[in-house]
């Protein structure tokens, strides 16, 4: 199962909180989606990467554009 985090915005920049208000993964993003089965997508530099509920980046290329995760993927 995968944790509840909600998107925060602090000096421009996002992260996520988890329900008891604890920052989980700290502001430093410029967009952030709502995660979908434990990822979400997230711009930092102006790029796209991918990101796991722990605040992993999953990919070591940072991309102009990233689909919608959907069944799994």
Known sequence: MFPNLFKIRERGKYGFIDADGEVI??????????????????????????????GRLMLKTLYNYVGQMHEGL
Request: aromatic fraction near 14%; proline fraction near 3%.
């Open 25 to 54: 993964i700290e502001p430093q993003y410029q967009q952030v989606e709502d995660f979908h089965n434990g990822f979400t997508r997230v711009k930092i530099f102006d790029r796209i990467v991918l990101m796991d509920s722990l």
